[in-house]
Every structure is written in C-alpha cells, then in structure tokens.
C-alpha cells in the first residue's frame, strides 16, 4: 500500500517535462473554451478568461524547472511576476495592464523554452523525460505565439478576424479573444489552420508565416537530434527501449532479466 502511494510522487518527481506536458496539453483544449465563458459573463474579457490556465501552466513551468538554484531564482521573479499581474488583469481590465501582463508572460515562457531546450539538447540518453520535453518545447511555442497574437490584437484591434461558417467576413465580426488566438497559434504551428481565423494586418500576415516556417524547421531539429541521440546510444551498447517508468522500476526489470540470464 505504501509503494502504491509513493509512486505518483517518484513519477513526478522523476518526469517534470510531462507534468509540464500535462499542463500544456491542458491549456490547449481548454483555451478555445474560454470563449464559451466570455460568452456566458460579458465583464469577462478573453485574457481574464484563461487565467486559470495560465496560472496551473505556470506552476508546471515552475516546477519542471526548478532542479538548479539559477532557475529557481529566474522562476520566483518571473513567475511570482506573471501570477501577480495575471490576477491584476483579471481583477481589473485596462489595456496598459493587460499588455504588461502578456509581456511578463511570454517573457516567462521564453525562458522556460530556453531551459528546457538546453536539457534536451545536451542529454546524452534518450528517456522518456527527454520526450516529454522535447514535445512540451514545441507546444510551448504554438502557447507562446499565441501570447504575441493577443498582444498584437490589443495594440490593433482588428488584425485577426473570425470567419464565420457562411464563409463571408460578419459587418461586425466576433471579437478575436486570446482563448482563440491560442488554438490559431497551434494550428498555424502544426499547418492545419482551419481557416476560421485570419489575419488581417500586414504584421499579423508576417507573423503568422513565421510561425508556420518555425514549426517546420523546429520539428526537422527535433527529430535530428532525438535520432542523433538514439544512434549514439546503439554504438555505445547503452541502447534500451525507452519506457515510462521510474527508477525503482528500472531496477526491478533489471533485476528480472538478470535472474532468467542466471537461470
């Protein structure tokens, strides 16, 4: 009963990039719902909308980082920064704040991309952290681009536009909020857009056909290197699969196989 209990805690313990994962997943579906609650309370601007969800993917950013003293200083200016002005921003809806607020934020996750991308491309074996990172790197990015759609739609009103299903620009378009700006971010990222949401500015234009060559280029990098890694480990003979599991488990199986090469 007591190895049961423990072993949630020694996952977490030992796989930070997926709890980091977990939140970015989390953010994703639940960012295009947001509009669902903007709809519902209509004092309630996008930005405040997804507070929730910025603040557990915050706390995950946090927490996977937090193994090295330097990173756990970044973490309480940075962080204890995007916490107080995202509860500010929601308390309170002025442009000026909500600006500072996104900058804080993409401030934040640009550094946390930093850390993570370092860990992953000096790793010298592939595990089942390392591609919980190198998937949350990606992911961060499509959440990141999306902080820097919503900035520019503040600055602009009007460079993004929703299309309606008739197919045909609305004379008054539905307000783009950031819940949607991240799941047009994630889809320009993965160049599946669904053509709901366009840009409608000659920066935005730009920005998104950067967006869409960075995801091309990040995955191309990605896969370069978790190749590069796993043909190290079979020339070195410290190839094995690449499985979920903590340590303790590791060495039980371990221990296993040595027994049926004993007997």
């Given at each position: 009963m007591r190895e049961s209990r423990s072993k949630p805690a020694i996952l977490l313990q030992e796989y930070p990039f997926g709890v980091l994962l977990a939140s970015l997943m989390l953010t994703i579906v639940g960012a295009p719902l947001a509009t669902k609650f903007v709809a519902l309370i209509p004092k309630l601007h996008g930005q405040a909308a997804i507070a929730p969800l910025v603040l557990v993917l915050t706390v995950?950013?946090?927490?996977?980082?937090?193994?090295?003293?330097?990173?756990?200083a970044a973490f309480i200016f940075l962080g204890g920064l995007v916490v107080a002005l995202l509860c500010l921003s929601t308390l309170f809806r002025h442009d000026s704040l909500v600006a500072v607020n996104l900058v804080s934020q993409m401030a934040f996750l640009t550094y946390v991309i930093f850390v993570v991308v370092k860990v992953v491309f000096r790793a010298s074996l592939v595990d089942g952290n390392i591609l919980c990172g190198a998937a949350s790197v990606y992911l961060m990015i499509g959440v990141l681009i999306g902080f820097i759609y919503s900035f520019i739609e503040l600055l602009d009103p009007g460079s993004f536009a929703i299309i309606p299903p008739t197919g045909q620009l609305a004379p008054s378009p539905d307000k783009v909020h950031a819940g949607w700006l991240i799941y047009f971010s994630l889809t320009t990222l993965t160049t599946v857009s669904m053509g709901d949401i366009v840009p409608a500015t000659d920066i935005a234009r730009s920005m998104v056909v950067l967006e869409a060559v960075i995801g091309q280029i990040l995955i191309v990098l990605m896969m370069a290197r978790l190749v590069g890694l796993h043909v190290a480990q079979v020339s070195s003979g410290h190839n094995r699969p690449v499985a979920f599991e903590t340590t303790e488990g590791r060495q039980r199986s371990k221990e296993r196989r040595h027994g049926r090469r004993s007997g």
């Open positions: 995950a950013a946090a927490y996977s980082i937090w193994s090295t003293a330097r990173n756990r």
